[in-house]
């Protein structure tokens, strides 16, 4: 009866679902040669993503971020089909990227586009900033070589740069203005959905408040989507619909950036928030504590929940039962021991004691 119900929702949701991920899991071989192999081994491996399936709707900004070696920046690879998952697929508006044909594929990447962490590394050092721009029009074909010129200078002027700099080099531009150049790159192929990777942190920080405008002004104005992969979460809670809270390669806590704000009901989610500089006040008011100690070995993860060597709140359940991702509220999911409904074994709950602090 729940499978049907999910059925129902899915398809009640596809006509505002652009893109979706199912189960996307991506593990890494270490080692194991040819020995190992003959011997029926199996190599180690690292898991990067552990199942994680997310919706993006058309017109949001979901925000997905986490610490370090959480698989923020693997999953967006997989989104972009720069690497192929060990299993589980992604869904672009009802179409399975990961099928499509090559023709396909093409025009799907038109339609996906990636901005990456350091402009100073996307562009080319020997070309202008129109032939940067005019160069991706002349890949996709999206107008006559002689109106290229006007196209680069119209998009110049939409991400807020002046016109004249398109005769410019990348190294008489300041980071703020390669990364507005590199946003103009991206929107030259009209794309829908745009992968921002840690965008705005090689920036400094009153450069960064200026391109975090350029992506609310440019999103509103053109109706993008945004998948908005970082570690710092004010930057999360100035620009994000939704927040994806990601450890160890799953999904830990995801919800509308107002209820990750003011209400986390993670414990990973909590102790990011108390440990982030610039939400430090906001987060004093909480009863929560601090995680303890690093992220785990991801070649050795823990049993039982990924998170529990570190959590203050750890129960018996904790090291041996890894909780399932699970619905509290509406619009909300969370993956804890501690939140009725996330776990198949709420008996567990009542009759163990928490470890101490």
Same mark, same amino acid.
């Given at each position: 009866?729940?499978?049907?119900?999910?059925?129902?929702?899915?398809?009640?949701?596809?006509?505002?679902?652009?893109?979706?991920?199912?189960?996307?899991?991506?593990?890494?071989?270490?080692?194991?040669?040819?020995?190992?192999?003959?011997?029926?081994?199996?190599?180690?491996?690292?898991?990067?993503?552990?199942?994680?399936?997310?919706?993006?709707?058309?017109?949001?900004?979901?925000? @997905?971020?986490?610490?370090?070696?959480?698989?923020?920046?693997?999953?967006?690879?997989?989104?972009?089909?720069?690497?192929?998952?060990?299993?589980?697929?992604?869904?672009?508006?009802?179409?399975?990227?990961?099928?499509?044909?090559?023709?396909?594929?093409?025009?799907?990447?038109?339609?996906?586009?990636?901005?990456?962490?350091?402009?100073?590394?996307?562009?080319?050092?020997?070309?202008?900033?129109?032939?940067?721009?005019?160069?991706?029009?002349?890949?996709?074909?999206?107008?006559?070589?002689?109106?290229?010129?006007?196209?680069?200078?119209?998009?110049?002027?939409?991400?807020?740069?002046?016109?004249?700099?398109?005769?410019?080099?990348?190294?008489?531009?300041?980071?703020?203005?390669?990364?507005?150049?590199?946003?103009?790159?991206?929107?030259?192929?009209?794309?829908?959905?745009?992968?921002?990777?840690?965008?705005?942190?090689?920036?400094?920080?009153?450069?960064?408040?200026?391109?975090?405008?350029?992506?609310?002004? @440019?999103?509103?104005?053109?109706?993008?989507?945004?998948?908005?992969?970082?570690?710092?979460?004010?930057? @999360?809670?100035?620009?994000?619909?939704? @927040?994806?809270?990601?450890?160890?390669?799953?999904?830990?806590?995801?919800?509308?950036?107002?209820?990750?704000?003011?209400?986390?009901?993670?414990?990973?989610?909590?102790?990011?928030?108390?440990?982030?500089?610039?939400?430090?006040?906001?987060?004093?008011?909480?009863?929560?504590?601090?995680?303890?100690?690093?992220?785990?070995?991801?070649?050795?993860?823990?049993?039982?929940?990924?998170?529990?060597?570190?959590?203050?709140?750890?129960?018996?359940?904790?090291?041996?039962?890894?909780?399932?991702?699970?619905?509290?509220?509406?619009?909300?999911?969370?993956?804890?021991?501690?939140?009725?409904?996330?776990?198949?074994?709420?008996?567990?709950?009542?009759?163990?004691?928490?470890?101490?602090?």
């Amino acid at each position: 009866m729940e499978a049907e119900q999910r059925d129902e929702d899915r398809t009640a949701d596809d006509a505002t679902v652009l893109l979706r991920t199912v189960d996307l899991v991506k593990d890494y071989p270490l080692g194991g040669g040819w020995l190992d192999r003959l011997r029926g081994q199996e190599p180690p491996k690292l898991r990067a993503l552990g199942g994680v399936s997310l919706t993006v709707r058309t017109g949001e900004t979901l925000g @997905v971020v986490g610490e370090t070696g959480s698989g923020k920046s693997t999953l967006g690879r997989l989104i972009l089909r720069l690497e192929k998952p060990t299993s589980g697929d992604v869904e672009f508006a009802g179409e399975s990227i990961l099928e499509a044909s090559h023709a396909r594929s093409r025009s799907l990447r038109q339609q996906i586009q990636i901005i990456l962490q350091d402009p100073y590394s996307t562009l080319n050092p020997y070309q202008t900033v129109g032939s940067s721009i005019a160069e991706v029009l002349a890949v996709y074909e999206l107008c006559p070589r002689e109106e290229r010129r006007d196209e680069a200078a119209r998009l110049l002027s939409l991400v807020g740069l002046p016109v004249d700099l398109i005769d410019a080099k990348p190294r008489q531009l300041s980071g703020g203005g390669l990364q507005r150049v590199s946003v103009a790159r991206a929107l030259a192929v009209r794309p829908k959905l745009i992968i921002a990777d840690e965008p705005v942190s090689a920036l400094d920080v009153s450069v960064q408040a200026q391109v975090l405008n350029l992506f609310s002004s @440019v999103g509103q104005e053109l109706g993008l989507t945004y998948v908005f992969i970082t570690h710092d979460l004010a930057v @999360v809670r100035r620009i994000s619909n939704r @927040v994806a809270v990601m450890y160890l390669g799953e999904v830990v806590e995801e919800a509308a950036t107002s209820k990750i704000f003011g209400e986390p009901l993670h414990p990973y989610t909590e102790a990011l928030l108390k440990a982030a500089p610039d939400i430090r006040a906001h987060a004093a008011t909480r009863t929560g504590a601090a995680a303890r100690g690093e992220m785990p070995n991801p070649i050795s993860p823990p049993t039982g929940c990924p998170f529990h060597p570190r959590c203050p709140h750890a129960m018996d359940v904790c090291r041996v039962e890894a909780p399932r991702l699970r619905p509290v509220g509406e619009g909300r999911v969370v993956s804890c021991h501690l939140h009725p409904g996330s776990s198949d074994s709420s008996a567990a709950h009542g009759g163990v004691d928490r470890a101490a602090s």
